[in-house]
């Protein structure tokens, strides 16, 4: 008890800024309307079928077939409902309304807002110093996009939840050369992406080159691959083999359901969104460059990952996104720079006296940058062959990875063009500047556009 107590006494700052969050997304989640957010109405019909029926609904079932696209999200990984089906019930005890659980659908999304900021402070602790702490963690929590994320219905707030979940065991893991705890911390943050998202699923696969290559790098020998894997494996297995199986027996071997949403959508769909009619660049014979030549495809995927609400019709003021853009560009030139002084020290030095441990630095960059690049290829893939949609929240995984190496490449500009002292400072305005975006588009955008 004492231990626990002397924790809380050194991390409740922490703590209490977790907890502000919280209860921003909860704000947040009670002033927007229901169905105001991207497929919000499709998708609380499966947690409530799960809550009336008792079970997962089968994708096909014409009780939640939406009338427009012909197809469920019951094909789809079903974690995140299953949980909302849980706070519904819990909710149900106390009142009946369509409100009341609707908002419980919500609070899963700003709890695990909530978790994705409590394992980026731990992830920050590991990876970063002084105020470069303060800085990445503002930079994930301030987005206004993932404030939104974590306000309604929606898989991606879990899933990003998995990914943190998945970063903080890489780190764990190449610390302590992959004990029992991290092969756990791993295994669960697979799970929740397995049972989430497909578009998180970039991490499963970065995951296995990052234990692999660390587990040998370290000599623990085919032997602590096999033993550590398997446990890792087994767990995951055990956590998320049931979906696939379920898949394969409901959809015909159909392991994902994709195929079979695909099919379902081809026979149901309205005729302008059935996949063999929809207007994609792909069906309309253009190339990848030719979907790209306007700029509109890289227009709308960059403001709607900064923030765009609604039904993608909500924009925030242009300051916000010449802000943003300022951050990511001073973040490039850091980069940039730390880039040409380390091109610069090898050709000065030859072969520059290697950092102790410096192998583990490299492979964890390497696959955030890895992570961070998938999920952008994926999206650009679903809207060259499925169905064009230039949407941020579709490369959202990649929030954490992206936001490290801005929070890195920011920090190394400051320390070239800043005494220390300056550097704090300028930090701490930064940081305050994206906590005022995010209450600004609350109040400043938000409430007027639905309450006004």
Not at 114 to 131: P, Y
Not at 258 to 264: L, R
Not at 418 to 425: F, G
Request: net charge positive; charged share 15%.
């Amino acid at each position: 008890m004492k231990r626990l107590k002397a924790k809380w006494g050194a991390n409740w700052k922490a703590w209490s800024f977790v907890l502000i969050m919280f209860l921003m997304f909860l704000i947040w989640a009670a002033v927007i309307p229901f169905d105001s957010a991207p497929d919000e109405a499709m998708r609380f019909q499966i947690p409530a079928y799960i809550m009336n029926y008792g079970k997962l609904p089968n994708g096909t079932d014409p009780l939640i077939r939406d009338a427009q696209w012909g197809i469920s999200y019951g094909f789809g990984p079903p974690l995140s409902a299953m949980v909302s089906a849980f706070f519904m019930k819990i909710i149900g005890i106390f009142s009946k309304t369509d409100e009341a659980f609707r908002y419980a659908c919500r609070m899963v999304s700003a709890l695990s807002g909530a978790g994705v900021i409590g394992m980026t402070i731990l992830i920050a602790k590991k990876k970063f110093r002084g105020e470069k702490k303060i800085l990445f963690l503002s930079l994930v929590a301030f987005l206004p996009q993932f404030v939104f994320l974590s306000s309604y219905i929606n898989n991606d707030a879990m899933a990003l939840l998995g990914t943190a979940v998945i970063i903080y065991a890489w780190i764990c893991g190449l610390e302590t050369k992959w004990n029992r705890k991290s092969c756990i911390i791993l295994a669960l943050g697979i799970s929740v992406c397995t049972l989430t998202y497909y578009n998180s699923y970039g991490f499963i696969l970065c995951s296995i080159f990052l234990f692999g290559i660390s587990v040998l790098y370290q000599k623990q020998g085919i032997k602590g691959l096999l033993k550590k894997g398997l446990l890792i494996s087994a767990i995951v297995i055990v956590l998320t083999g049931w979906y696939f199986v379920r898949n394969y027996l409901l959809y015909d071997g159909d392991f994902l359901g994709m195929a079979t949403s695909t099919k379902y959508a081809e026979l149901y769909a309205i005729p302008s969104l059935k996949p063999s009619m929809r207007h994609t660049p792909m069906n309309d014979g253009l190339s990848l460059i030719e979907m790209f030549e306007d700029g509109q495809w890289f227009y709308s995927f960059y403001i709607s990952f900064i923030g765009m609400f609604g039904y993608m019709e909500l924009m925030l003021p242009g300051w916000v996104y010449t802000i943003y853009t300022d951050l990511f560009w001073m973040a490039a030139i850091g980069g940039i720079w730390y880039l040409w002084d380390w091109i610069r020290q090898r050709k000065k030095y030859g072969r520059v006296q290697r950092e102790k441990k410096a192998w583990d630095r490299h492979l964890f960059d390497l696959m955030m940058l890895i992570a961070a690049i998938i999920p952008n290829l994926l999206n650009i893939w679903y809207s060259y062959s499925s169905d064009y949609q230039p949407q941020g929240r579709y490369s959202m995984p990649m929030l954490i990875p992206l936001m490290y190496f801005v929070a890195k490449g920011i920090g190394v500009l400051k320390k070239k063009l800043l005494k220390e002292q300056m550097q704090k400072r300028t930090t701490v305005f930064v940081c305050g500047v994206l906590g005022v975006i995010v209450i600004w588009s609350l109040v400043g955008t938000i409430i007027p556009y639905y309450h006004g």
